[in-house]
């Protein structure tokens, strides 16, 4: 069965999908000062972060939301009030 559903078979195959999925599918990273909380940058998703702080991705989701503070940065998936 889902070899029949791969490829050009596939109903999805070659539609483009709307800037509405595509914010649905993406994770935001929130990175802050790890002294003053303000924000640094806010990243459209986890690879993005990743390419630009030459950080690994499992540190990425290690420090995510845990409130340690890594190389003097807070990383956080929802924005901070």
């Given amino acids: 069965m889902l070899r029949y559903k791969t490829g ?3 109903p999805m195959y070659g539609k483009p999908k ?14 802050y000062d790890g002294d003053t909380k303000e924000l640094i940058k806010c ?11 030459h950080i690994g991705f499992e540190t990425i989701i290690k420090y995510l939301d845990t ?4 190389k003097g940065k807070l990383f ?3 924005e901070l009030k």
């Fill in 8 to 10: 050009a078979n596939n």
């Fill in 43 to 53: 990243y459209d998703s986890y690879k993005i972060t990743v390419k630009d702080l």
């Fill in 18 to 31: 709307s800037p509405e999925t595509l914010a649905k599918l993406s994770k935001k990273v929130y990175v």
């Fill in 67 to 70: 409130h340690k503070i890594y």
């Fill in 76 to 78: 956080y998936s929802n």
